[in-house]
């Protein structure tokens, strides 16, 4: 990776929360260390909007309220600064070792 910020999350898309398929690489990621940015789930919208020409974004907000909803988290990822403790090399903070 070649930016300034190299944090690393992962999208989980098309996902049913309630299989366990997304338990097991919620475990799995949990012990690598890597967080779920975001979890798009698996919905006939994103369907009809590319049936449309449209992102769910620009969909009736009635009809993709759920689906918007579930891409706030990724965009406040990317807008989020890398944390100090995260910099290679530092030393993280004293209350989260102990916590």
Known sequence: ???EDDR?????NRVR???LV???LIRFLQTLG??????????????RA???GLGVHEMKSYIARE?????????????????RSEEPGSIAPAAAVAG
Do not use: C, F
């Open 1 to 3: 990776m070649r930016r």
């Open 8 to 12: 690393i999350g992962v999208i989980a």
């Open 17 to 19: 929360r309630n299989t």
């Open 22 to 24: 997304y338990q097991t």
């Open 34 to 47: 890597i967080p779920i940015v975001a979890t798009i789930r698996d919905s006939q919208n994103y369907v």
């Open 50 to 52: 590319a049936e449309l």
């Open 67 to 83: 689906d918007v909803e579930h891409w706030v988290p990724l965009v406040e990822w990317l807008d989020k600064p890398k944390a």
